[in-house]
């Protein structure tokens, strides 16, 4: 099982729609949780980071389940200019000082 | 303000060459670290470093060597190219650790043949 798994897509969505990703973790020792968007070809950069509160950023909102091991980021509104990757990343904190990326899940927003 | 520079931008290798990929930072970050993308596999970290002089062993270190010999610079060196180490690599930064905001370089796209 991968330490960190993402459903690969691609989720195809017409503008102005709700779309919802998850991302289960497996080590439930991971502390900090983060969202990267990665455009085609190009270098991944931060979404946002994920708090045990939960959080959200305009359009974006992403959440933590430490209960069931999964974060989740929901978009709203799409805009076509949301069309990327999102990358899910977990840091195991003292239990393995680096960061595990998932591959990551496509999205496609559609006029 | 440049940002993490990384170059080249494309790389092609026969077998048994060795190459560096250049990797330079202007923020004044400690951290420093390269990773390599593969399709379906995500983000896989090679070789890291906390500061000038340090550096250490990610998830996949074999077949490459870096060094850090100041703050600013982060080389990494393939010491004799092989297929399975054509990949997309990454240089990324941060202020002081894997647990804080990641910049990117641009990206190497690398192909051995």
């Known amino acids: 099982r991968k330490e960190v798994e993402q459903d690969p897509g691609p989720f195809n969505v017409p503008e102005g729609a709700t779309v919802a990703f998850n991302c289960t973790y497996s080590?439930?020792?991971?502390?900090?949780f983060f969202w990267y968007r990665q455009d085609c070809r190009k270098e991944p950069k931060l979404l946002m980071s994920v708090y045990s509160s939960g959080n959200e950023d305009g359009r974006f909102t992403a959440q933590l389940n430490r209960a069931s091991q999964y974060i989740s980021l929901l978009i709203r509104d799409s805009k076509l200019s949301d069309s990327a990757t999102y990358l899910c990343v977990v840091f195991l904190g003292n239990a393995g000082n680096m960061l595990t990326f998932g591959g990551g899940t496509r999205l496609m927003v559609k006029p | 303000n440049a940002g993490v520079t990384q170059t080249p931008k494309f790389q092609v290798l026969k077998t048994g060459q060795s190459m560096t990929l250049q990797c330079a930072q202007d923020?004044?970050?400690?951290?420093m670290s390269w990773y390599r993308q593969d399709p379906g596999m995500g983000l896989r970290l090679i070789h890291y470093s906390v500061g000038a002089g340090i550096t250490d062993q990610g998830e996949v270190p074999n077949g490459y060597n870096v060094s850090r010999s100041t703050t600013e610079d982060f080389p990494l060196r393939l010491l004799s190219a092989a297929p399975s180490q054509t990949s997309v690599y990454f240089c990324a930064s941060s202020y002081s650790g894997h647990n804080e905001k990641l910049f990117f370089g641009s990206g190497t796209q690398l192909s051995v043949l």
């Open positions: 080590n439930s020792a991971s502390q900090s």
């Open positions: 923020m004044n970050h400690e951290y």
